[in-house]
């Protein structure tokens, strides 16, 4: 297959390894590295930009990469050896079939969609990139509209991010913000176009149990850091903090748990709500 092949640790494939452990390089090129079949799929559904896609070049194809080098005219096409492309896999055993170098996009909260059922995460501060992609993939199982990753954090398009989501990175929106203002201002331009966004805390001292809030109205979901949890900025706007009733010896359950099982509660109620309103007017 036509394209440009890389056979030696060159300038090029230096500058996509790189991408992989060091964030201002992502930053600044505006691409991260994406792999496996699920992931690349889903990416392409949603129209996400491929800048290019790495592949064995002495390896037979299978039908999946050869559909997709065909349909991705757009992208540049690099053969590469397999002993390097399994580095850039971060495998090492064996090289993945394909890398797509996909193309970053903007940190804009305009990209998440809010209307009277929005629901929405916030992860403060997160040190670990794991918990990142697996509250991706939780707030994409439950309806969520968009993940907001706050402050001095971990990276959203780390590759352990990335990975933990399992695709789901390219089904929500999730941007990346410095601090709570700019959160809250977009918050309140939502709230005067008529969206009554409602912030919600996690916090093991919270006033309210989980299953006594509702969160059918527009909610804001807040997350903590996985060892301080909310900074106190954030439990100050927060407009409720609630707990998560636990029985066990366990005090409190980490980032990626916690979220879910709010999530999990969020649309449960969602869920009811709908089916009271329908019968209702039935």
Same mark, same amino acid.
């Given at each position: ?13 230096? *500058?996509?390894?790189?991408? $992989? ?20 799929? #889903? ?9 290019? $896609? ?34 850039? /896999? ?7 079939? =394909? ?9 804009? $909260? ?11 995460? =916030?992860? +403060? ?14 707030? +994409?199982?439950?309806?969520? %509209? /968009? ?10 398009? %780390?590759?352990? !991010?990335?990975? &933990?989501?399992?695709? !789901? ?5 999730? *941007?990346? #913000?410095?601090?709570?203002?700019? #959160? ?21 001292? /919270? ?6 809030? +509702? ?13 301080? /949890? ?23 359950l980490n980032a990626a748990n916690a ?11 969602? &869920? ?5 309103d329908a019968a209702g007017n039935a």
């Open positions: 297959m036509a394209g440009v092949r890389v056979s030696s640790r060159n300038a090029r494939f230096q *500058v996509w390894q790189a991408l $992989l452990g060091n964030r201002n390089k992502r930053q600044r090129a505006g691409e991260f590295l994406v792999q496996g079949v699920r992931p690349i799929s #889903v990416a392409v559904e949603r129209g996400w930009p491929i800048r290019a $896609l790495i592949y064995d070049a002495d390896r037979p194809m299978s039908r999946w990469a050869q559909d997709l080098l065909r349909e991705q005219r757009g992208a540049e096409r690099v053969g590469m050896a397999a002993d390097l492309l399994a580095e850039l /896999g971060e495998k090492e055993e064996s090289a993945p079939e =394909v890398i797509a170098v996909m193309e970053m996009p903007a940190d804009d $909260l305009d990209r998440i969609h809010v209307d009277q059922d929005f629901l929405g995460v =916030v992860f +403060d501060r997160p040190t670990g990139p794991g918990n990142i992609g697996s509250i991706i993939r939780s707030a +994409d199982a439950f309806g969520a %509209d /968009g993940l907001i990753v706050t402050g001095h954090a971990a990276d959203v398009y %780390d590759p352990k !991010s990335v990975r &933990a989501s399992t695709g !789901s990175i390219f089904a929500l929106p999730s *941007v990346r #913000v410095p601090s709570q203002r700019e #959160v809250m201002e977009w918050v309140a331009k939502r709230r005067t176009e008529g969206v009554p966004i409602v912030v919600v805390g996690t916090d093991e001292h /919270g006033t309210v149990d989980l299953y006594d809030h +509702d969160l059918t109205q527009p909610t804001l979901l807040l997350i903590g850091n996985e060892t301080s /949890g909310l900074s106190a900025a954030w439990k100050d706007l927060a407009d409720q903090l609630v707990r998560i009733p636990m029985t066990g010896s366990a005090s409190s979220a879910t099982a709010v999530l999990s509660e969020a649309a449960r109620q969602r &869920a009811h709500s709908s089916k009271t």
